[in-house]
């Protein structure tokens, strides 16, 4: 007796149904795709699920940050000016200029502007150049006195 032969017998007739089922919601997903409007729905349906469970508060604000290219930059450049020791690390209080972390962060920023010309805004180009002139002067000027009293 093979294999198959096996798998026909009267035990197997929870295998059958469990393959029948797969068989019908196979032709269930070929069938939507063949509906384009029906794909659609369904996205839009699943992305409006994950949006009420995720990221909202009690009072239903969503308390998550768009996702964009600016506040990636933004949180990019927080990050080093942490590192360069310009602002405290927000969980021990202190601050500590740590170059090569810092300078990490800053080739980061720079791969993305290489990375994303042609793509980016006005407003996103110059918030990039404006970043990077900034945390290149201050990663630069080891002595933090010499730095102007409102650069960051």
Not at 21 to 36: A, F, G, S, Y
Not at 44 to 51: F, L, V
Not at 99 to 114: G, P, V
């Amino acid at each position: 007796m093979t294999p198959s032969q096996s798998e026909a017998g009267d035990s197997s007739d929870d295998k059958t149904t469990s393959s029948q089922h797969i068989d019908e919601d196979w032709k269930t997903r070929v069938q939507n795709e063949k509906q384009p409007d029906s794909i659609e729905t369904e996205v839009t349906d699943h992305s409006a699920d994950e949006s009420s469970s995720e990221g909202h508060s009690e009072t239903g604000h969503n308390n998550t940050p768009p996702a964009t290219l600016e506040f990636l930059f933004h949180t990019l450049y927080t990050q080093a000016l942490m590192a360069l020791g310009r602002i405290a690390n927000p969980i021990t209080g202190k601050t500590h200029r740590r170059e090569e972390t810092a300078r990490h962060f800053i080739d980061t920023l720079s791969m993305l502007e290489h990375k994303t010309i042609g793509n980016r805004t006005t407003d996103e180009t110059k918030l990039l150049d404006d970043i990077l002139h900034q945390l290149r002067m201050i990663y630069a000027i080891k002595d933090h006195s010499k730095l102007p009293g409102d650069f960051p």
